[in-house]
């Protein structure tokens, strides 16, 4: 077990439609990041937050946003979904710093769209 | 450009026998981290390894060994006398430190699936 948590751990929906997916970093991480792991797309980071501001982004939607509340959870809003965003989504956190401390991975989201 | 590369897309092997990742990267950056981690058919992440730039000494963990050689930007990932429950897919990571963030540069990944 890595400390951190994601909920749901399975989302089918339609397309069309509009999902939050939650993650609890590990206590006293102050990162959060957001990877997709599609089969045509391999693992892919998406945006990391640190502290409640955002640090970085990468290949993330127009469609998708993220935001890391006060408590240090953090959400990924996926809208207008797309049968192609059908993938695990994973979040991981780190300790406080950009110091490249290892990253703790999520037991993931894996979302169906239909 | 940042780039991991994991050639070796499926390997199978028997049990006992020893099996060797390759992992290949490309970077412009003199400080990086490289990281290996496991992902078994439950599908979460777990990590193994964090390796430095500057540290090319190699590193050995039970069973698990791992050779960093930065003349040929490779960092390999042996395993000893595989076992079952190493069944699983292998992601090879980068992570550079010059800019904001250390968001993690995954290769494409390697099964390895162990028989009895």
């Known amino acids: 077990d890595s400390g951190v948590t994601q909920t749901p751990k399975h989302l089918i929906t339609a397309t069309g439609q509009r999902v939050t997916l939650r993650c609890s970093p590990r206590?006293?991480?102050?990162?959060v990041y957001w990877y997709q792991q599609s089969l045509d797309q391999g693992l892919q980071f998406l945006i990391q937050?640190?502290?409640?501001?955002?640090?970085a982004k990468g290949n993330i939607l127009e469609r998708f946003s993220a935001q890391q509340f006060p408590d240090l959870h953090s959400e990924l809003n996926l809208s207008s979904l797309e049968l192609g965003d059908s993938a695990l989504y994973f979040c991981?956190?780190?300790?406080?710093?950009?110091?490249?401390?290892?990253?703790?991975f999520g037991p993931g989201t894996r979302l169906t769209v239909t | 450009a940042q780039k991991v590369t994991q050639a070796q897309t499926e390997i199978s092997v028997v049990e006992k026998e020893d099996v060797t990742l390759d992992c290949v990267y490309e970077?412009?950056?003199?400080?990086?981290?490289l990281f290996w981690y496991k992902q078994p058919p439950s599908g979460e992440l777990v990590f193994l390894i964090r390796?430095?730039?500057?540290?090319?000494q190699n590193e050995i963990s039970g069973r698990y060994s791992w050779n960093f050689q930065k003349s040929t930007s490779s960092f390999n990932f042996t395993i000893t006398a595989s076992q079952v429950v190493d069944s699983a897919v292998y992601f090879c990571?980068?992570?550079?430190?010059?800019?904001?963030?250390?968001?993690?540069?995954f290769g494409t990944g390697t099964l390895l699936a162990v028989q009895p």
């Open positions: 991981a956190s780190s300790s406080p710093g950009t110091a490249n401390y290892e990253q703790y």
């Open positions: 390796r430095n730039s500057f540290d090319e």
């Open positions: 937050y640190y502290n409640g501001e955002e640090r």
């Open positions: 990571a980068l992570s550079e430190r010059g800019g904001a963030t250390n968001k993690l540069i």
């Open positions: 206590s006293g991480d102050l990162s």
């Open positions: 970077t412009r950056d003199t400080t990086y981290y």
